[in-house]
RNA sequence: GGGCGGAUAGCUCAGUUGGGAGAGCAUUGCCCUUACAAGGCAGAGGUCGCAGGUUCGAGCCCUGUUCCGCCUACCA
């Protein structure tokens, strides 16, 4: 029938065009609004919309989809929620090198142009993330798709904002910040990349004020001198202590500065144990400002570009002033470093390994900048998000990261949610024109983004009507957007209708699983359960699964630059989907990064193959009649695939509970391929042919129905290729997604059959062994002779005997060792049993000997071993008896097989003289 | 600086409470056996990073050490 329609390889293109669309067209994905089922929820790690489908984003939806589609199998009420990410610096990059190749840009544009612009680009451009998503085969429910700029979840974001102010945990602040000088805008601390760098140390001698001996001081950064407001000692040090409260004339300039004391910045072992304090370009020296009351003064400009203004506040002599000025801070250091020298300032350098801060989208260097910004307070928020790990009320899974989480919130800083960019969640902050004259100049146009902390907003929904403190009604709302990180922290629940009390948040949240990389459980999973415990009281999720990074076959990340890039979406061309899926599930081992090699995806291309070609035998051979029947009734072959089936069905789910995605797949893999591939497609090849038969009807009925069995279990993980195989099956139903997936049926489980087929394979596989070593070609006839005391295995035997004819192309006959031919026969050793092949014609000897010698010695070790060990008292007085048992079966094993091929060997010996 | 992970076959990796070292790919020999040569069958290949320790027994537990990777950090 179907047969002649199936090609002889399996061709992932053309099915995964015919599915792909059906699926989505149909609507298996929707979560069934009415459903019964016991929830089961996940929402996407919204891709950026200016993604393409990396190879991270592959193995994280693999995954995902795995599960969704287990769960739905499952009869769960299964929601997978997808979505895309506006991501505020790295879509408004985009679309300003966009303007810049246009020869504009965005101020030129304007700000509302720009905002619309990037809405353009979104429309025809965002979408590209989403569509190959689809071709992974995600089986999201897209008619739910949400946007973090849709206009429901920028209501949860003013709502959150404004809730969060109202309690006094989001402020405003006028500190240093991580500045990024390209980006034109505030970082917060994770979004800053430390990278290790050959610095130079630089020890500058400062002279003090009342006499005529210096302090040296170490700094990497000796450019920042200029802005330097202090020196500080450690006030136990006993070289410097004499010092403190005296001043020093700081070089290049005309201010002197106060020598402090500060045991918390100074570490006396590290430089010279005197530390310069520039407060306004150093996060340690800012906060020793404070301690100190010390004035900041600020040198650069928002393009790290050193000010003429601020050199010339700072008091830096005329013509240092005047070589530097506008520089970068890079090119002035060596000019600063030049003059130093020549006042013979300069004591001496050395190199340095330090760490420098990266912007993480630009990858510019960032300045610790003094700048007005918005914070959230987050230690309110954090302790309770610690708490919800600690008592296990969401499990990390490894949970080898939980330490990583715990510790990280535990020295949590204030989250600077401020960014000075257009493209993002604008701050519901309004500033009267009338009090704040900053703001008026900016509604003006002429002045700087950055309004100035004594500012007091009106934080609302909507712009105020009037000023509470004076009445007149014209506001300029706070140009600043919100990080990114902020809508998307909110995402669990706020993508389900928040903060509307719906019937999808009473539903599907708290969500099931969250499957994250690592890359991003400060950013975005720490977030979601501090705001997710805040906003609804409930942990956003029960179970977070971390997967590894994908790194290429040499372990280094993959990107861009380096060019290693491995692009899912042209191995999904050259492979298939399913191999691609498959091949990062089964590298998904946990705690551990995956480097992708190619061979790996086309082995997973050849077991797809293997899959195809069974289904193309099964199609076969399902024309004839077909008998359901008692499994008692069935035949041997029928209870053993069986039982070997509720195995594997019952390891799978298990593995999948646990998130052993490598397993779940490894089982698969191992079954499929090698148990019933090689094994049961193999030994019902001649009851099939026995067409009409009663075993027939029973195996060709048992048969579909394991395959199908199978196609339920594997349709997680290659729901391409067992969909269409699904849909050529003879059978009644509509497609596999909604199929439910199989329950382990404890009453397939069958020791006795598997017993059996453990000596069928273990006859078969020595006989072959046999042939192998004596050249004797498969084809070749061969009396297999078998000798079995115990009649429970005599039985078996008699049950195996056609099976092992069978499959090793020869005649088997049960008969006692003394009947045998003295002659041309090689004996073999079976477990308990012992076999012997009848050896015709001319056969290479020599070389079988010589294998059995090899074989025999091996044997021989372990036996000594063995031997060793039960002869030891220590081993006899403590060992445990189940142990000491083993080891006496192995060994009374081992030592028949011994003599066996003792006599082999003899024989053999006999043969070739 | 702190924390974590890794080192097992030529390559990529499994190895679940300590008790006969595994898989896939690559490789060797034989086989076009009527589902599959992207296949079948049978092999070869490892002193489990190094050094100690605990134990009757260690790939697994402990200590130290080397190399690699990641996360984190204010050492100027």
Redesign the pocket.
Known sequence: MASQQLS????PQAVEARWGPYWIDRGYFGAPADSTGQPYTIVIPPPNVTGSLHIGHALNNTLQDILIRWRRMQGRNTLWLPGTDHAGIATQNVVERQLLEEGTGREELGRDAFIERVWAWKQHSGNTILDQLKRLGASCDWARLRFTMDEGLSQAVREVFIRLHREGLIYRGHRLINWCPRCLTALS??E???E?VHGT?YHVAYPLADDDTSLV?????PETLLGDTAVAVHPEDPRYNRHIGKFIKLPLTNRTVPIVSDGI????????????ITPAH????FEAGERHQLPRIALLSHQALLNPKALRDAGVEPDILETIANLPAIKARPIVVDALKHRSLLVKTED?E??LGKCYRCKTVVEPFLSPQWFVRIQPLADPAIAAVEQGHIRIIPE?WS??YL??MR?IKDWCISRQIWWGHRIPAWYCATCHPEARRILEGGGSHLIPTHAEPVVAETTPDTCPTCGQNQFIQDPDVLDTWFSSALWPFSTLGWPANTRDLETYYPTSTLVTG??IL?FWVARMIMMGLKFTGKPPFRDVYIHA?V?D???E?MSKSKGNVIDPLTKMSQYGTDALRFTLAS?A?????????E??I?????F???IW??A??IL?HADGPSESRPIADKPFVDQWILSRLNHVTGTVTSRLEEYRF??AA?QL??HI??EY???Y??LI?PVLQNGDSPAARSTRATMLQTFEHLQRLLHPFMPFLTEEIWQTMPHQGDSLVSQPFPVAANEWENPEAEQTFAIIEQI??TV??G???L?Y???KALTILVTAKDPEEVARLNEARDHIAHLC?GTVSIAERDTWPADRILHLAVGSFTIGITIEGEVDLKKALTRIE??SQ?KQK?ATRLHG?LA?P??A????PE?IQ??KD?LA??TAELSLFASSEQQLRKMVS
């Open positions: 002889k390889t399996y061709e601390d994770v800053v990349e430390h290790p140390m001081i170490a700094t990497t950064r910045l100074v570490d006396r072992e590290f430089g010279t144990g005197a530390v310069k150093d996060f340690n020296d340095h330090m760490a080898e330490n990583n510790g990280w020295g690592l890359d400060f990074l790194r076959a040499e372990g990340k590298m081992s946990p705690g551990r990064d995956i480097k992708l090699s061979n790996r086309e082995g997973y291309r050849n797809a193959n293997k070609n069974a193309r035998f076969m490598d397993q490894g893999y191992q391929w090698h591939c090689d094994w497609l193999e090849k078969v596989t072959r062994t042939r192998a070593l050249d070609g498969p084809s192309r090899k074989q091996t372990e060990r030891s220590d081993f007085a403590k060992a445990s142990v083993e080891s192995r094993l081992l």
